[in-house]
């Protein structure tokens, strides 16, 4: 259900950044919207109850709690990488409270400053005609990603986060372009010999 939600968000994002609002693609997020609804009516009929979207939630919100406590008892340092151990679970289902508990508050500014240096860069260049094409739908997964963290923890399981920091990363690269002249000049500055 989150990434299906995250998925809904994610698309209403896109629209709107394209400012492109046709009846397909309207109909595209309604048809999201629509799965959605049905496989949370479908989960909530489950005759196994944890299965059930409420239960779901209810451990969520253990998992939260007791991510809560851990940042209560060490708010500035953590417990440290790879050390946040909660009853029932290794993760907090919330990817940023998880990395609040282990890296402390430092680390988690850290890691939404970096967001925040790439999606500046965004929303500064996001209407450039050269750049439009590739930048909204890179700007559409990362922010999916990090919408559906918000609920789950891939942001730590390397083999499908890999894939959100090179989609990053290119979109770093497109909303902040490096001009040929300006590498040449800084190296040429710095001293480096050019072939």
């Known amino acids: 259900l989150g990434a299906l939600l995250s998925l809904f968000l994610g698309a209403g994002l896109y629209l709107y950044l394209k400012k ?25 009929a489950s005759t196994k109850t944890h299965h059930t979207p409420g239960f779901s939630f209810e451990k969520r ?12 008892s060490r708010p500035l340092t953590g417990v440290g990488p790879g050390n946040f151990d909660i009853s029932l679970s290794r993760y907090a289902h919330n990817s940023y409270l998880q990395m609040w508990a282990e890296m402390g508050i430092l680390g988690l500014i850290s890691f939404l400053w970096l967001i925040s240096i790439v999606f500046k860069g965004l929303l500064q260049n996001i209407r450039s005609a050269n750049y439009q094409r590739e930048t909204i739908p890179l700007a559409t997964a990362c922010f999916i990603f990090l919408a559906h963290n918000c609920m789950d923890f891939t942001l730590f399981l390397p083999e499908i986060n890999i894939l959100w920091w090179i989609a990053l990363g290119l979109l770093y690269c497109h909303v902040n372009p490096i001009r040929k002249d300006e590498f ?12």
Request: proline share 0%; hydrophobic share 50%.
């Open 61 to 72: 919100l253990t998992y939260w709690q007791d991510s809560l406590a851990i940042i209560k």
């Open 184 to 195: 040449l000049q800084d190296s040429i500055s710095n001293g480096v010999n050019q072939n």
């Open 20 to 44: 492109d609002f046709s009846v397909k693609k309207l109909a595209l997020v309604a048809t999201i919207g629509i799965a959605l609804l049905l496989a949370f009516s479908l989960r909530q």
